[in-house]
């Protein structure tokens, strides 16, 4: 009956996307007095998702798994700010980092959300309130 259901697999996607991201923007918090650092990010979610990179199989973690696929598939392409550069060559501003935190908080929570209410209406769905 249930051969794939990708609502499960769009949304463990979207809280590996915010847990990459927010260890990036702990990363440039980290390295806001270094000289010569740039701030680091990720495209948003909505954004690698739409550019055709679709989690469909299982995800070997191991090279000793079977029937799995290394990595999940998406492009989690780290980029380089060269934006507002202080005169020590540093481009991490540390307010821009914690509203991008909130933002990568409000998005991990969506994701668990999501997982959830899936989660209910397929218990629902199966008789098993």
Do not use: C
């Not at 650092?37 to 954004?47: L, S, T």
């Not at 690698?48 to 090279?63: C, E, H, K, L």
């Not at 005169?87 to 821009?96: A, G």
């Amino acid at each position: 009956m249930f051969t794939e259901l990708n609502v499960f697999k769009i949304s463990h996607s979207m809280a590996v996307h915010a847990g990459k991201r927010q260890a990036l923007v702990s990363q440039n918090i980290a390295n806001a007095d270094t000289p010569g650092y740039h701030a680091k990010d990720i495209k948003p979610f909505k954004e690698v998702f739409a550019a055709g990179a679709r989690p469909s199989s299982m995800i070997a973690t191991r090279g000793s798994h079977l029937n799995g696929t290394a990595g999940d598939g998406m492009d989690w392409a780290v980029t380089s700010s060269e934006d507002g550069s202080d005169p020590n060559d540093n481009s991490v501003s540390v307010e821009t980092e914690l509203l991008k935190g909130v933002e990568v908080s409000r998005q991990h929570k969506r994701a668990l959300a999501i997982y959830k209410s899936s989660m209910n209406v397929l218990r629902a769905s199966l008789g098993k309130t």
